[in-house]
């Protein structure tokens, strides 16, 4: 397979969960995205296409906490983080992106984590 088919279906895979899924203000889209070495999660109103709270192994605080980036422990702990921070700034409900990859692994965890820390979805 190629590089070219690989990003097509990935792609593709990424439109079909976006077309269901849509951020309003009543209920935010929390956007999850994996990457090899990292994950960040964001909360989004698209409706006016702005970012309310977003959380990461990148970000300052977590960084420190944490061995490395792309863990089942990494992702615990920034679900932890969004879930805290939404609740912070009033948001309770949201509607769960996974973006292209599959429910399971550290999207499930960093989910599962949102969820206990308060988020409802």
Known sequence: MSID????????????VRKKVFGTPDRPRLSVFRSNRHIYAQIIEDVAGVTLVSASTRAKGL???LST??????AQIVGEAIGKQ???VGIKCVC???NR????????VLAESA?????VF
């Open 5 to 16: 088919t690989i990003k097509r279906a990935a792609m593709r895979r990424k439109y079909h």
């Open 63 to 65: 960084r420190d906490r």
């Open 69 to 74: 980036g792309g863990s089942k422990k990494a």
């Open 86 to 88: 939404a609740l912070g």
């Open 96 to 98: 769960f992106d996974r």
């Open 101 to 108: 990859h599959k429910y399971h692994g550290r999207v499930k």
């Open 115 to 119: 969820r206990k820390a308060g988020l």
